[in-house]
């Protein structure tokens, strides 16, 4: 699942707001003016798909004892990625490092 990053989120945010701005305009305003033209219910459909896409890209929230399920399972995963894995000093010497 992707999340979306801060600045993401920021753009979709003001794009909802400039469409609610728009909504408001087109029915504060209304007859006689450029604001009438707008299609509402296409304002609307467009935020709502805004709001859609903002929540079904959230991160979920974590509660503590998730928080510390998380944390050892990456302990664990990184406990099983150590073994077998060279050291330092058998990367940078690897001739020295050898088995007989």
Not at 79 to 97: F, I, N, V
Request: aromatic fraction near 4%; hydrophobic fraction near 30%; include cysteine.
């Amino acid at each position: 699942m992707e999340f979306l990053s801060n600045t993401e989120r920021e753009v979709l945010n003001e794009q909802k707001k400039d469409l609610e701005t728009q909504l408001r305009d087109s029915r504060e305003f209304g007859a006689g003016t450029p604001a009438a033209a707008m299609d509402q219910a296409a304002i609307q459909k467009q935020i709502r798909r805004i709001d859609t896409v903002i929540e079904n890209h959230e991160p979920p929230k974590i509660t503590g004892n998730r928080k510390d399920e998380l944390a050892k399972e990456c302990r664990e995963i990184d406990e099983a990625l150590k073994q077998g894995m060279p050291t330092r000093y058998e990367m940078d010497h690897p001739a020295k490092s050898l088995e007989r």
